[in-house]
């Protein structure tokens, strides 16, 4: 349950959040997609964090890549608990650099299935998009 301005949040059917008021349930479709995005991965080592953070601001599918060291994995993968100490990228983009970004990423990341995770910015204190 997540509390947003006035809406509570109080389900979501598919990608379709579904808001409470006081009074009645209202379906909301965000129809306008978030203009910037925060994408998050990871990977070992940082020839190959810098290697895809360099690729990533080169062929302009992010304005800035921040590369934290030290990060501790858990994960669950073909049912064993796999540890790991990885960097994770930061990567600031727009809605319309992510297709490309995620081609990118998938290309150069060593394992078959890079975790790839979106969100979406509402406000940030000045907006640079990708150019």
């Given at each position: 349950m997540f509390i947003c301005e006035k809406w509570l949040i109080v389900q979501c059917i598919g990608k379709i959040p579904v808001f409470k008021t006081k009074n009645r349930d209202y379906l909301k479709i965000m129809a306008k997609k978030p203009s910037h995005l925060l994408v998050m991965t990871s990977c070992k080592g940082s020839i190959t964090s810098k290697k895809i953070a360099n690729e990533i601001v080169a062929q302009k599918l992010g304005t800035s890549v921040r590369i934290l060291n030290n990060v501790n994995s858990f994960s669950l993968w073909v049912g064993k608990v796999e540890k790991a100490d990885e960097q994770l990228l930061l990567i600031k983009t727009t809605s319309d650099a992510y297709e490309g970004l995620e081609k990118c990423i998938?290309?150069?990341h060593p394992h078959e299935l890079p975790e790839i995770i979106s969100v979406?910015?509402?406000?940030?204190?000045?907006?640079?998009?990708?150019?």
């Open positions: 998938t290309r150069l979406p910015i509402s406000t940030s204190l000045k907006d640079k998009p990708a150019k």
